[in-house]
């Protein structure tokens, strides 16, 4: 397939390899697809419908990873539009997570939902347009990256906010930027005092992986504290240069997460995911989440059920090692974020002990110790230096000795309008 890709563009080794000019010759049009790929005439014609409402761009080398025969493949389906995006679903949200809600304005790169972290969206330039995207209202439309002005509004919203101690960059794709700017962004956050950490959300390892060049990663090696997370979804995407990239970005220093989406005939098997996680590993990549399908339009045909993540982390707990294990994790609709959910291995507590099970079925009990309390040190000075970790939200207070707080009630409790 990329012999064929190749000659279609006429292209040399040394463009192929070159990420500008796969990023200026992403496969855009149907005209462009049917020249690589197998298309029937209804599949061109709901191909262009489907272009009306969230646009096509796949970059050759992405595209050189498709089965052209196969309208099954996974690289196929997380690339090409299908008619099954013209379905409408009563739940469909054009900003599921109300990351827009959680900004300090409309114009606002920020997005502030946790304590102690923000979004930060730089770009909303990618190297694919992953048919299953979260952020269509943002992407596709028009590429650019963000103005400085608002650039450097977000700076500055992260500077007077001195909880802020992480910073996530995203978009688009946060590696899109030039390295200029990358470098100047990066300099101008650990420049504030209380940021300790930077991360950088990409796919670009997966989908441009020539993104990832010797002077990228020196600008990533000069920082402190600069993780990244990319996107593999199916074993198939770790290839030869992707494998390059993340080792590149490994030697660069650069702590590596993967976030994966779970994608109904994609990788909605637990095998397909044990594989893609034992590949990531090698190549120095932590498994860190497996979401739940967002609830954006269009995406119905990609949803699985809850219940199938929490089987497929199932048959991964106890069959292979921990740190090939992701947090099977649903964000939340309504800006309620990441919520972890799992099989449960507690099956019952006393006074005495806890009872759990094993993934074998096995069932014991672990003893509670005879004599056991717990109180704060008022010599630590963590704690006075981190007030926030007393935290006031949520289940939190439940915990905190120093309030009277026994249960936590919605302010629309309709009984508490009886009377």
């Known amino acids: 397939m990329k012999s064929k890709i190749m000659n279609c563009f006429n292209a040399s080794d040394e463009e192929f390899s070159d990420w500008n000019w796969q990023y200026r010759h992403r496969i855009e049009t149907v005209e462009e697809l049917e020249k690589l790929i197998q298309l029937s005439d209804t599949e061109?014609?709901?191909?262009?419908?489907?272009?009306?409402?969230?646009?096509?761009?796949?970059?050759?080398?992405?595209?050189?990873?498709?089965?052209?025969?196969d309208p099954n493949c996974p690289i196929r389906m997380q690339a090409v539009p299908s008619s099954a995006e013209l379905k409408k679903s009563s739940w469909e949200l054009e900003d599921p997570l109300c990351e827009d809600k959680d900004s300090p304005s409309e114009e606002s790169c920020i997005?502030?939902?946790?304590?102690?972290?923000v979004l930060f969206l730089i770009s909303n330039r990618c190297g694919m347009y992953c048919r299953h995207?979260?952020?269509?209202?943002?992407?596709?439309n028009r590429e650019y990256d963000y103005p400085e002005t608002v650039i450097r509004e977000g700076i500055e919203y992260i500077r007077e906010h001195s909880e802020i101690r992480d910073v996530l960059l995203s978009g688009g794709d946060a590696l899109l930027v030039s390295d200029e700017r990358l470098d100047w962004l990066l300099g101008e956050l650990f420049d504030i005092s209380h940021v300790e950490i930077v991360r950088l959300g990409s796919r670009v390892p997966v989908t441009l992986p020539q993104r990832i060049t010797p002077e990228l990663c020196e600008i990533l090696e000069k920082y402190?504290?600069?993780?990244?997370?990319?996107?593999?979804?199916?074993?198939?995407?770790?290839?030869?240069?992707?494998?390059?990239?993340?080792?590149?970005l490994a030697k660069a220093g650069v702590p590596l997460g993967n976030q994966s989406v779970l994608l109904r005939g994609v990788n909605d098997c637990p095998m397909i995911i044990k594989k893609l996680c034992h590949e990531l590993l090698k190549i120095k990549t932590r498994p860190y989440y497996l979401y739940q399908c967002d609830l954006s339009f269009g995406l119905e045909h990609f949803r699985t059920s809850v219940a199938r993540g929490i089987e497929i982390i199932e048959m991964l707990r106890g069959h292979t090692s921990g740190l090939?294990?992701?947090?099977?994790?649903?964000?939340?609709?309504?800006?309620?974020?990441?919520?972890?959910?799992?099989?449960?291995?507690?099956i019952s507590t006393s006074d005495t002990g806890v009872v759990l099970r094993n993934?074998?079925?096995?069932?014991?009990?672990?003893?509670?110790?005879?004599?056991?309390?717990?109180?704060?040190?008022?010599?630590?000075?963590?704690?006075?230096?981190?007030?926030?970790?007393?935290s006031d939200t949520g289940i939190a207070k439940l915990y905190d000795e120093e309030n009277d707080i026994i249960a936590l009630e919605p302010e629309s409790l309709e009984r508490k309008n009886r009377f």
């Not at 997005?111 to 972290?117: A, E, F, K």
């Not at 593999?232 to 240069?241: R, V």
């Not at 110790?369 to 010599?379: A, T």
């Open 44 to 69: 061109k014609e709901y191909i262009k419908k489907a272009l009306e409402v969230f646009p096509m761009a796949i970059s050759p080398y992405y595209a050189s990873l498709i089965d052209p025969e």
């Open 111 to 117: 997005t502030h939902r946790y304590p102690d972290r």
């Open 359 to 390: 993934y074998e079925g096995v069932i014991c009990m672990y003893p509670e110790p005879e004599v056991y309390s717990w109180e704060c040190q008022q010599s630590c000075s963590i704690c006075d230096q981190h007030p926030g970790l007393k």
């Open 224 to 248: 402190p504290s600069v993780w990244l997370n990319t996107h593999f979804n199916h074993p198939k995407e770790i290839t030869p240069e992707a494998k390059k990239a993340m080792r590149m």
């Open 324 to 346: 090939a294990v992701p947090t099977f994790v649903v964000d939340a609709p309504g800006g309620g974020g990441k919520i972890p959910v799992g099989p449960n291995y507690l």
């Open 133 to 140: 995207c979260t952020r269509k209202r943002r992407v596709g």
